[in-house]
């Protein structure tokens, strides 16, 4: 038997190790991106259950003009938040498509889907803060409770829904702040260089 210890390996004749980054990445963007699309596909069919919502809320007494303003401002809302983070999440399924493939194009793609999905995303979150105001005032316009007690429930109700609304904005945030940090570091720069 021999004993001898194998001779070294020269490192410039062993292949480089592929780095997964880029494929759980893709896919992470890619998910999101399809959900995104999914969820603009969705958001008009809640117009019809809304729109029954507020039939029965004329039935009972709230007033028809209040709620044909908040109806017209949800429907607004809802078409232009669709158009926009549809464009969006579509730019985010192509970058996570191209990040999967190891384009060097993906990375300023999903740079560019962070800061518009951050700004689109915050508008969007700060618009349905005030149609939920709206909704809440329609609401609270029944007569159901009066004096202080309407008065605390109003309170209570705005306060949580800031309180929605700040926690909204950081769950839209957070993945967009991620790629943007990640893209930013200099040894995924460098990586990104060599595809």
């Not at 780095?19 to 990445?25: A, N, Q, R, S």
């Not at 109700?157 to 609304?165: C, L, P, V």
């Amino acid at each position: 038997m021999n004993s001898a210890t194998p001779p070294p390996i020269d490192p410039s004749l062993t292949p480089p190790q592929e780095v997964k980054w880029p494929k759980t990445l893709g896919i992470i963007a890619l998910v999101i991106g399809i959900l995104g699309l999914l969820q603009v596909a969705v958001a008009p069919i809640s117009l019809i259950f809304l729109k029954q919502q507020m039939a029965i809320l004329v039935e009972q007494g709230v007033n028809e003009e209040k709620v044909e303003t908040f109806m017209t401002a949800m429907k607004a809302t809802t078409i232009q938040s669709a158009i926009a983070l549809g464009a969006i999440a579509i730019l985010l399924t192509v970058g996570g498509v191209l990040l999967l493939k190891r384009k060097p194009l993906s990375a300023a793609i999903i740079s560019v889907w962070a800061i518009l999905k951050i700004l689109i995303g915050g508008y969007f979150s700060m618009r349905s803060l005030s149609m939920t105001k709206m909704q809440l005032d329609i609401t609270m316009s029944m007569g159901d409770v009066q004096g202080k007690d309407a008065e605390m429930i109003s309170r209570i109700t705005e306060y949580a829904t800031y309180a929605g609304a700040v926690f909204a904005i950081l769950w839209i945030a957070a993945l967009p702040v991620f790629f943007l940090i990640w893209f930013n570091r200099q040894p995924v720069k460098n990586e990104i260089k060599t595809w």
